[in-house]
C-alpha cells in the first residue's frame, strides 16, 4: 500500500539556520503531496502542497518540490524563526480518499 | 468563517464504557475523513463519508469503532467498550471538493480520549 516516510525528529536548529525534512513516499500513479504543520495547541493546518511531478509548493518562506524520479518531497526553509517550532508532516493524497502521513518531525528553534 | 469543530475537546472514559465524538465539517463540504492518531505519531485513516455515503471503513481498527453522517454534514465517531488502546487523538477533516488540483483537506483540532 502507499506509504510516506520522513526523517527522524527531534530537529533542533538555532535562528536563522537553513531547514531540511526530507520526505519520500510510495504509491501507485501520480499521488498529490502536501506538507501540514501542527503548531502546539493547535489542530493541523496545510502548509503547502503540490499536484505534479516537478511542481513546487511554497507558503510562508517555506518550499518542496514534487520530484518522481527520487519519489520525494523535502521541505526546506531557508532561515528558520522561533514562532516556526512545530511538528511537521509529510503527506499523500491517496486520489481523494484517505491522506497517508508520515510519522512527524518535531522541530524546534532556538533563539 | 468557521472551520471544521469537534467536540468534546477532551473525554476521559472508564474502560469498558461507550463514548461518542462529534465533528461538525465546514458547511458545504462534501468529504469528511476521521483519523486516528496516537501519541507522536501520524494520524491514521479511520472512515470516509461523501455527503452520508460511507465509502471507506477500511481503517476502523475493530466492529467496536462505528461512524455515522446520516444527513450528510455533523459525523459521530462511536467507540463501544472503550480499551485502552483506544486512547488517541481522534482527528475529523473535511474537503470542498473530492479529488483535483484544488483538493485540500482542512483539519479539526481533535478529540483527545484517554481510557483508564
Known amino acids: 500500500g502507499d506509504s510516506v516516510t520522513q526523517m527522524e525528529g527531534p530537529v533542533t536548529l538555532s535562528e536563522e539556520a537553513f531547514l531540511t525534512i526530507n520526505c519520500t513516499y510510495t504509491a501507485t500513479g501520480y499521488p498529490s503531496l502536501f506538507w501540514y504543520v501542527q503548531y502546539p495547541g493547535e489542530g493541523l493546518q496545510l502548509l503547502l502542497k503540490?499536484?505534479?511531478?516537478?511542481d513546487k509548493g511554497s507558503n510562508k518562506g517555506f518550499e518542496a518540490t514534487y520530484r518522481k524520479e527520487t519519489t520525494s518531497f523535502h521541505l526546506e526553509k531557508g532561515s528558520v524563526q522561533v514562532s516556526d517550532s512545530a511538528v511537521y508532516f509529510c503527506a499523500l493524497d491517496n486520489y481523494g480518499q484517505n491522506f497517508v502521513f508520515g510519522p512527524g518531525t518535531r522541530l524546534s528553534v532556538l533563539p | 468563517g468557521a472551520g471544521v469543530s469537534q467536540s468534546p475537546r477532551y473525554k476521559v472514559a472508564k474502560r469498558g464504557q461507550d463514548v461518542a465524538l462529534r465533528c461538525d465539517p465546514i458547511s458545504g463540504h462534501v468529504s469528511l475523513f476521521w483519523y486516528q492518531q496516537a501519541l507522536g505519531q501520524g494520524p491514521e485513516f479511520l472512515t470516509y463519508f461523501q455527503n452520508e455515503a460511507q465509502l471507506d471503513k477500511s481503517g476502523l481498527p475493530s466492529d467496536r469503532f462505528f461512524a455515522e453522517r446520516p444527513e450528510g454534514s455533523v459525523s459521530t465517531l462511536k467507540i463501544q467498550r472503550t480499551q485502552q488502546e483506544d486512547s488517541a487523538v481522534y482527528l475529523c477533516?473535511?474537503?470542498?471538493?473530492?479529488?483535483?488540483?484544488?483538493?485540500?483537506?482542512?483539519f479539526g483540532p481533535g478529540t483527545r480520549l484517554t481510557v483508564l
Open positions: 503540490a499536484t505534479k511531478a516537478d
Open positions: 477533516a473535511s474537503s470542498l471538493v473530492v479529488s483535483g488540483p484544488n483538493y485540500e483537506q482542512f
